[in-house]
């Protein structure tokens, strides 16, 4: 048996303490039947790429599980998974009886939040379950709402840019704060706020296939700025069936604003077209009335020299 499947989960549990305290039970290692193991209600990841998860679950059927699940006891005596959803589906795949696991007594909200912890850690986490991750977090460690995480975070931002008096925060709100950014060594505050918020603010479908992974930020963002949803529809089932790159969806964009352009002014001459029919003092007006009167011959030249 390989050696790195009895090895502690210590070395993943030493950033935790910051999160749960270091006066919780000691885990205890443990193998046990992969049927006593129930998926939590909240999942902080949602997405596992098949092929990626189909290699994981080839490797599990021929090496076994090299790094524990992590797991919390129940009281009906099964147990609830915490960590390690993606080895636990590929050891379901693999047909696995039973796995290696680190069993720790964990509150609800200690449980959820070391779930964060461990899918932020990963390198393969897409940009919006990464954002999403941080922003839970960060609710969880403040005991906030997600929107006034978000709130709070552009106060601070707009006080560190001297827009407005930091003394609207607390300091204990900094303090929780900076303390998750440190712990997650990911990106500091401000990066967050300025280049992660907004992505939670794409076009749904836009941000559908952000979160499957599908395509780059980079490539959604440029896309999310065709307004036109039918447009923006055809270009990013194109950009995702044949890969195109930033550059070549960029050129893209730029052949649809001249369209985007002539539907626009279409739609304002329509508007303006039903105002004018309803504004009476146009009519009534002499002054006006001659002013709608050159307005008119020179639309009139413009048709005349278009035929």
């Known amino acids: 048996m390989n050696s790195r499947r009895n090895k502690p989960y210590s070395h993943k549990l030493k950033g935790i303490d910051a999160y749960i305290g270091e006066t919780a039970p000691k885990p205890t290692n443990a193998f046990i039947p992969i049927e006593k193991i129930q998926?939590?209600?909240?999942?902080?990841r949602r997405y596992f790429a098949p092929?990626?998860?189909?290699?994981?679950?080839?490797?599990?059927?021929?090496?076994?599980?090299?790094?524990?699940l992590l797991v919390r006891p129940l009281k009906d005596g099964n147990y609830e998974l915490v960590a390690g959803e993606r080895r636990y589906r590929a050891a379901t795949g693999a047909s696995l009886a039973s796995v290696p696991v680190v069993i720790k007594e964990l509150t609800d909200t200690e449980a959820l939040q070391l779930a964060l912890v461990e899918n932020l850690q990963r390198e393969d986490?897409?940009?919006?379950?990464?954002?999403?991750?941080?922003?839970?977090?960060?609710?969880l460690k403040l005991e906030f709402e997600t929107t006034e995480v978000v709130s709070l975070l552009y106060q601070m931002q707009n006080a560190t840019a001297g827009k407005i008096t930091d003394n609207v925060i607390s300091n204990s709100e900094i303090e929780s704060v900076n303390q998750v950014f440190t712990g997650l060594g990911k990106m500091n505050r401000e990066s967050f706020t300025s280049n992660r918020l907004p992505?939670?603010?794409?076009?749904?479908?836009?941000?559908?296939?952000?979160?499957?992974?599908?395509?780059?930020y980079t490539k959604a963002k440029a896309i999310a700025r065709v307004?036109?949803?039918?447009?923006?529809?055809?270009?990013?089932?194109?950009?995702?069936?044949?890969?195109?790159?930033?550059?070549?969806?960029?050129?893209?964009?730029?052949e649809l604003k001249p369209?985007?352009?002539?539907?626009?002014?279409?739609?304002?001459?329509?508007?303006?077209?039903?105002?004018?029919?309803?504004?009476?003092?146009?009519?009534?007006?002499?002054?006006?009335?001659?002013?709608?009167?050159?307005?008119?011959?020179?639309?009139?030249k413009l048709i005349e020299e278009e035929n």
């Open 227 to 254: 307004k036109d949803e039918t447009e923006r529809a055809q270009l990013l089932e194109e950009a995702i069936a044949s890969s195109l790159s930033l550059s070549q969806i960029r050129s893209l964009i730029k």
């Open 199 to 216: 992505l939670l603010r794409l076009p749904e479908d836009v941000l559908s296939a952000l979160r499957s992974g599908q395509i780059e």
């Open 125 to 139: 986490l897409n940009p919006v379950e990464e954002t999403e991750g941080i922003l839970k977090l960060l609710a």
């Open 51 to 68: 092929d990626k998860l189909e290699q994981l679950t080839l490797s599990v059927k021929e090496h076994g599980i090299l790094e524990p």
């Open 39 to 44: 998926l939590p209600s909240q999942q902080p």
């Open 259 to 300: 369209a985007q352009q002539q539907s626009e002014l279409k739609t304002r001459f329509d508007n303006t077209y039903k105002q004018v029919k309803k504004a009476k003092n146009l009519w009534s007006n002499a002054s006006k009335r001659q002013q709608l009167e050159s307005l008119l011959a020179k639309l009139e």
